[in-house]
């Protein structure tokens, strides 16, 4: 904004005395600016929406041939089809309609009022009124409402994990961090809209608002972001045109055979409106949209909420998975990994808020108590410290129920600083709780953590009268401020050996990418001590050594990526050192891949990106607009991206990808709302569960697809050859549509819930352009559909030849048709095998669907009602060995020409 510069020229003088805007200069700024909040572009209205579920290519001739039925009075199979039109319409539109509302939530996270200084008085107003030049106050709990520059900030410590990544909150000064980038987290005197204060205090100057803060500036990224087809929406679109065209080639062949031939054009027009109803699968949509929503409930039984129906078959071709370190791959709790004391490194087990964990040092389990400078550095550790850990216990009894105080049961909730809850929690792993050591120790006096000293200290008396000073802070500022080494032989002088051993340690700690903190103490001789001088003259105990640890579950799961074909990619905002470690100890990286970092990615064009983008495993302190460009490279390369993510930082990628995965605990509502799935315990290997689950929905999608047209390609050729050779109508239209949406319907549906193949996880991911029917699935339709038709336009030929009835001759035809189609349903559970070698009766559903299209042909042909209605009559013993004889002919054909690989 055009205020940014005079104000930052006010701060910077220091010559004028900066007392916040008037109400009137508010006013102005407010009606100039605009208010505070992130506007929302204009929305498609819900009229529009419904109306776009109409305009398919395949819906629009459905609708076609609803109108060309209605006007030649075959109202019931007019009534059928639009039937089917309108629902899958609204299915369509509820979809679309529920899953806009990212901007909603985005508003959601501004804050709902802010402290500002008005007329020199502090005021506090709805944070929509905050405008340019406000000066903002700021304390620890208050979630930033703006934009602004630090003027003051005292111990300010910023949760910026929604924009950046990182986990640990950001130490705020007024001085500037590297000018040399364009980083979020590298502007350490700014703080931005939606960030947390955790700790300390600050004032601070409003320079952007609304749409022009780094959190505006990522709404707008989001609504930029254009939906596009999923695979399965294009495939689809594909063989819907396919089939169509196909279908208006053959009816024009017919007509026109026939008119040549000298038939009357109504009666020929007739026919072509036969083969349209047999040709076209009205019932394709409505079971793709079934099948994906009973994927849906399958998937949220495994911890998967999706948000958009394609979304399911989506995840199941994705090939990469770009994903959030913090939250995500890690717990997002910060855990103490190793602690060095007395010139040994100790290891400590155990996750982060459990009280499950053990010592090691060199790989043997020690008694953390046994070891004086060990106790010591975590007794620091706790009493120098002002997070508060609260007890929890997994089982329903109270507190005092418990009789072990640490049990495996138990586990802690944090309040405060991630960092120092981690101090926490290894101390009470050996059994040093907070309950423990205040009741040993009364703090007495604290000198605050800020920026200058690097340090923290606090003074504690004992119930023996000594008093203590215990200091925490950066590893070389506290080996500066010591004197003497606490040691198993005692204290002793600091000697400048000891100094580069400790700094040497230090260095290889931080090279594993843990965060490491010194802990020192001195013991005063009486409350009259000087403040000033206090930490001076120190004694070193130890270095500690955290990080935030990764999931369990995700190695499992990196491991199950790999096998499947997926590769990994870690993109976070954290630092290049932690990522790559994170990334190394997970399996996602090896030594052989690349680690970019943001400013490397900065210095490349989208093309060099490109170049590179399959090579890489870790994205390092990247910001929003960079893993845009990274979800997009990676697409241009001809990969299905997934990409999770739970942060507000994530949200545009998150929506840019093939498929986004949103947190469903830790995650944002913007992130989820711009997502296509959700996962709900925040668990990464959830998404190798959905991976499954996703090629399994689209296997069987194939498989009822394969069902579907290898059926509708033997009505067509029933019909078509039937009018060829001159033979009264084979079918009759309603006995068509009889079959496509009863016999052809309820096996389809049961299709759709087959049991998965064992090695479904052990195969690549189909390729971005692999063709629906790639594989061999065409070669099977066209012969298995050929065979039906042949079978049921032999067993027309044969009544009618023997009874001379067409009404009989029709019914056999009918009835034929129908039984090849329920044999062949079985024969569609696997690509590979045949109907001799398939588990028959290892989808039940498929099996009742079977018996009930079964006894429904019976009524069909033998409750008068139904005669009427269809045109049927009973047929006799000799017409069912007829029907039956060729109805088993299909399957052994199929099964001969597969074993002796010929034609298929």
Not at 715 to 741: A, H, K, R, S, Y
Request: proline residues 4%; aromatic residues 6%.
């Amino acid at each position: 904004m055009s205020s940014t510069n005079t104000l930052l020229k006010n701060i910077n003088d220091g010559n004028t005395v900066y007392r916040g805007l008037s109400e009137k200069e508010a006013k102005k700024k407010l009606e100039k600016f605009g208010p505070n909040i992130l506007s929302e572009k204009k929305k498609v209205s819900a009229l529009k929406i419904l109306l776009e579920q109409f305009s398919d290519f395949m819906v629009m001739v459905l609708i076609a041939c609803t109108l060309i039925s209605a006007f030649m009075g075959e109202l019931t199979e007019a009534i059928t089809i639009i039937a089917i039109v309108i629902v899958n319409a609204i299915l369509g539109f509820i979809q679309e309609y529920r899953t806009e509302k990212t901007m909603k939530a985005l508003k959601e996270l501004a804050a709902p009022m802010a402290r500002v200084v008005r007329d020199d008085r502090l005021v506090e107003i709805p944070a929509e009124n905050v405008v340019p030049g406000d000066l903002i106050v700021l304390e620890a709990g208050d979630r930033v409402p703006a934009d602004a520059i630090l003027v003051e900030a005292n111990g300010l410590f910023v949760d910026e994990s929604l924009l950046t990544g990182e986990s640990i909150p950001v130490e705020k000064s007024t001085q500037s961090g590297d000018k040399k980038t364009e980083s979020i987290g590298d502007k350490l005197n700014h703080v931005f809209m939606g960030t947390i204060v955790t700790s300390g205090r600050g004032r601070a100057y409003v320079t952007e608002t609304g749409m022009s803060t780094e959190m505006g500036k990522i709404a707008d990224m989001i609504q930029e972001i254009e939906d596009e087809q999923t695979p399965l929406q294009k495939r689809l679109d594909h063989l819907g045109k396919f089939i169509v065209y196909g279908c208006l080639a053959i009816c024009a062949i017919v007509s026109i055979t026939g008119i040549i031939r000298g038939e009357k054009v109504f009666t020929m027009l007739l026919s072509g409106i036969s083969l349209a109803v047999a040709a076209v699968p009205e019932g394709l949509p409505a079971i793709v949209t079934i099948s994906l929503a009973l994927g849906v409930q399958k998937m949220l039984k495994r911890n998967s909420f999706v948000r958009k129906l394609p979304a399911v078959e989506t995840l199941g071709c994705a090939s990469v998975i770009c994903s959030d370190k913090t939250g995500t791959l890690t717990e997002n709790k910060m855990t103490v990994r190793k602690i060095y004391c007395d010139e040994n490194t100790v290891e400590v087990s155990g996750g982060a808020f459990s009280s499950e964990g053990e010592f090691f040092i060199e790989g043997k389990k020690i008694n953390p108590l046994s070891i004086e400078s060990l106790k010591l550095a975590m007794e620091i550790g706790s009493l120098c410290n002002n997070a508060v850990l609260r007890r929890t216990v997994k089982d329903s009894g109270t507190f005092d129920k418990v009789k072990k105080a640490f049990s495996s049961k138990e586990k802690w909730e944090l309040s405060g600083d991630p960092t120092e809850a981690a101090l926490l929690v290894v101390s009470a792993k050996a059994g040093l709780t907070q309950e423990k050591l205040n009741s040993t120790f009364v703090r007495i006096d604290e000198i605050p953590f800020d920026s200058d000293r690097k340090c923290m200290t606090v003074i504690c008396d004992t119930k023996k009268g000594e008093i203590f000073a215990f200091t925490k802070g950066a590893p070389d500022i506290i080996i500066e401020k010591c004197t003497k080494i606490y040691s198993s032989k005692g204290i002793r002088p600091l000697t400048d050996a000891d100094k580069r051993l400790i700094q040497r340690r230090n260095n290889e700690l931080a090279k594993e990418a843990l965060r490491v903190l010194g802990v020192a103490y001195r013991k005063l001789n009486s409350r009259n001590y000087d403040g000033k001088h206090i930490e001076e003259d120190l004694i070193f105990v130890g270095l500690i050594g955290m990080i935030d640890p990764p999931r369990k579950e995700a190695i499992n799961a990196v491991r199950k990526c790999k096998l499947a074909g997926i590769k990994p990619i870690m993109i976070t905002g954290d630092h290049k050192a932690t990522a790559s470690a994170i990334a190394k100890e997970i399996n996602i990286a090896s030594e052989k891949d690349k680690v970019i970092t943001g400013a490397e990615l900065e210095a490349m064009d989208d093309i060099q990106l490109q170049s590179i983008v399959n090579d890489v495993a870790v994205f390092a302190r990247v910001s929003p607009k960079h893993k845009l460009r990274i979800v997009r490279a990676l697409k241009k390369a001809g990969h299905i991206v997934a990409m999770t993510g739970d942060g507000v930082n994530d949200a545009p990628a998150v929506k840019e990808a093939d498929i986004g995965v949103a947190m469903g605990i830790t995650g944002t509502d913007v992130t989820k709302e711009a997502s296509s799935m959700v996962l709900m315990d925040d668990n990464f290997a959830t998404i190798v569960a959905a991976i499954e689950e996703g090629r399994v929905i689209y296997n069987n999608i194939r498989k009822f697809i394969r069902y579907l047209l290898s059926c509708n390609i033997g009505e067509v050729l029933t019909m078509f050859l039937g009018t060829l050779l001159g033979l009264p109508l084979p079918l009759l239209p309603i006995q068509i549509l009889w079959v496509n949406l009863v016999t052809d319907g309820l096996p389809a549906i049961a299709l759709s819930i087959d049991p998965p193949e064992k090695d479904i996880m052990m195969r690549p991911p189909r390729g971005a352009k692999e063709n629906i029917f790639s594989n061999g699935l065409l070669n099977l339709i066209l012969f298995r559909g050929v065979l039906i038709g042949l079978c049921t336009l032999a067993v027309f030929i044969s009544i009618l030849h023997f009874s001379q009835d067409v009404a009989v001759a029709r019914t056999g035809a009918f009835v034929t048709l129908v039984l090849t189609q329920l044999i062949h349903v079985f024969e569609c559970k696997s690509e590979r095998k045949n109907i001799f070698e398939i588990p028959l009766f290892n989808n039940i559903p498929l099996v009742l669907a079977v018996l009930c299209s079964l006894i429904m042909i019976i009524g069909v042909i033998y409750i008068p009602v139904f005669q009427g209605v269809f045109k049927t009559v009973p047929l006799s013993y000799y017409d069912w060995v007829l029907v039956a004889g060729f109805s088993a002919l299909g399957p052994v054909v199929s099964s001969f020409f597969r074993v002796n690989r010929k034609y298929i």
